[in-house]
């Protein structure tokens, strides 16, 4: 059997790719003779960079500062003249020194993305996707345009680049499902915060329309933090982050040659039947009559959930270790024992089925 582990990355424990050696080395150790073939997936956010440069580009890293003025060390890839750029590499949730909160929320910047797209652009790429997702910033992207010299300046800068938002988030930059409302809580933002970061983005909303780029409530504008109304109004189109790694990787290439589909993410829930990447993968898999089956951290849906995005089994590292603690842990070792079991279930149903047979 020719088998694709295409998992993402598993919130903070594992990254994508080693997620999808953890499963390899897992299910080989029960069924040595089938062909396994690695596709690490990223929906845009952290990893984003990691899994695509395993198959295209070159890797380039650049001190910038990061979200609260310090200096961090950012990756991003060239290929050709594509750049590719991660705003968590810049901004991320995990670049906070120790647990967010409410002042990290109010302070954290997008101004390291800036400095990227700068070096992208200097490095002669007339193509630039940003991967969004996983930031500590809810600042409307105006750290970006700081780095870029202002927003006419950030606009001349990016004068005949094609600049693409790699995101699926659809959230708008204000009101109720806007970035502070939504996404502030996460980033350790409490109630006064969450207020006081949409007063400022309303305020930011209000430069940009006066500018001529009235982006606020565009489907994606709230995506990390806000970061997606600035991309706008500097003429960015949006795609999903997913779509943008799976063309880059030739997902679809695979699926055509597989006969099962291994993926995962951290939790598997009710929000990633909403387009996320494991669904998105379980619908191209399904599309070509590959049975597609999940191993994440937890999941909470019911079987007809799965069914119904056509997903043949959801199996939990939490229950498999008896923990979350543990399955948080010991991520990789749990992860890839879980993936053992797993593969001796296909064996013993195999088995049964040739029986029948």
């Not at 970035?179 to 930011?204: H, I, M």
């Not at 543990?326 to 797993?342: P, R, Y």
Request: charged fraction near 20%.
């Amino acid at each position: 059997m020719r088998v694709m582990i295409a998992p993402d990355s598993f919130g903070d424990t594992l990254t994508a790719p080693a997620a999808a050696e953890a499963i390899a080395k897992g299910w080989a150790s029960v069924r040595q003779q089938d062909d396994v073939e690695l596709a690490p997936q990223s929906d845009g956010g952290p990893g984003f960079v990691e899994v695509l440069a395993s198959r295209i580009g070159t890797v380039q890293v650049a001190d910038v500062e990061g979200p609260l003025g310090t200096r961090v060390r950012a990756r991003w890839l060239l290929d050709g003249t594509a750049a590719y750029i991660e705003s968590a590499q810049a901004c991320g949730l995990h670049l906070i020194d120790g647990p967010p909160t409410p002042l990290s929320a109010a302070k954290a910047s997008t101004y390291g993305v800036g400095q990227l797209l700068d070096k992208a652009i200097d490095s002669g790429a007339r193509t630039i996707y940003v991967g969004l997702g996983g930031s500590s910033c809810t600042d409307g992207g105006r750290g970006l345009m700081r780095a870029l010299g202002g927003l006419e300046s950030a606009v001349a800068r990016l004068s005949g680049i094609d600049l693409v938002a790699a995101s699926d988030v659809e959230n708008p930059l204000l009101g109720e499902w806007g970035a502070a409302r939504v996404f502030g809580p996460q980033k350790g933002a409490d109630a006064e915060t969450v207020d006081r970061l949409e007063e400022l983005n309303t305020d930011w909303a209000g430069v940009l329309s006066a500018a001529g780029h009235d982006v606020a409530n565009r489907p994606g504008a709230g995506a990390a933090g806000g970061l997606g109304s600035a991309l706008f109004a500097l003429g960015a189109t949006q795609q999903p982050g997913a779509v943008v790694v799976a063309e880059r990787t030739g997902q679809q290439d695979l699926l055509d040659t597989v006969d099962l589909v291994l993926t995962g993410e951290g939790k598997f829930d009710s929000q990633s039947l909403r387009g996320k990447l494991v669904t998105r993968i379980a619908a191209a898999g399904g599309a070509t009559g590959v049975e597609t089956i999940v191993l994440a951290g937890q999941v909470s849906l019911t079987r007809d959930e799965l069914a119904s995005a056509g997903i043949e089994a959801a199996h939990s590292i939490s229950d498999f270790a008896g923990s979350v603690e543990l399955a948080m842990s010991d991520a990789a070792n749990q992860l890839e024992l879980l993936a053992a079991h797993v593969a001796t279930s296909v064996v013993d149903r195999d088995a049964t089925a040739r029986r029948r047979a």
